[in-house]
């Protein structure tokens, strides 16, 4: 699954219950939510994969300051994901509350996080903190 979140799914065409992955849609997130709700549509453990996925990825590429985490939150709501999908019988599915309890767990676990994110960005972070004190 990390790797199809990571590379998309064009290094493969699933075709799964007639559920298909096109390779010519332009958004990969809206493929991903719509495979994984097709797979496992009572339980959510795919979906909340993909969200806390693209959110910690998103932790580690953004330029906003992730010690500000509602603004991260904010950013990744309005630049990374879809919160609201039609399944293949055209229902409407939203995904708010998976996004909302995956929030809540970076929030209860955010200097775990912290402590787990490596690279410069981070260290620059800490540096420049320290620098106005």
Do not use: C, P
Not at 5 to 17: A, Q, R, S
Not at 18 to 26: H, L, R, Y
Not at 29 to 47: A, P, S, T, V
Not at 56 to 72: A, G, Q
């Amino acid at each position: 699954m990390n790797r199809a979140l990571d590379y998309g799914f064009i290094w493969v065409k699933y075709k799964e219950n007639d559920v298909a992955i096109e390779q010519n849609n332009e958004n990969i997130i809206f493929q991903q939510l719509n495979y994984f709700h097709e797979k496992e549509k009572k339980k959510k453990g795919y979906i909340k994969a993909l969200y806390l996925h693209h959110l910690l990825d998103f932790f580690k590429e953004t330029y906003v300051n992730i010690r500000n985490i509602d603004l991260v939150y904010e950013k990744f709501l309005q630049d990374k994901v879809l919160i609201e999908i039609s399944d293949s019988d055209g229902l409407s599915i939203n995904f708010q509350d998976d996004i909302n309890e995956i929030f809540k767990l970076i929030r209860e676990n955010r200097e775990e996080m912290y402590n787990d994110l490596k690279g410069e960005y981070l260290l620059n972070l800490k540096k420049s903190k320290n620098q106005k004190e």
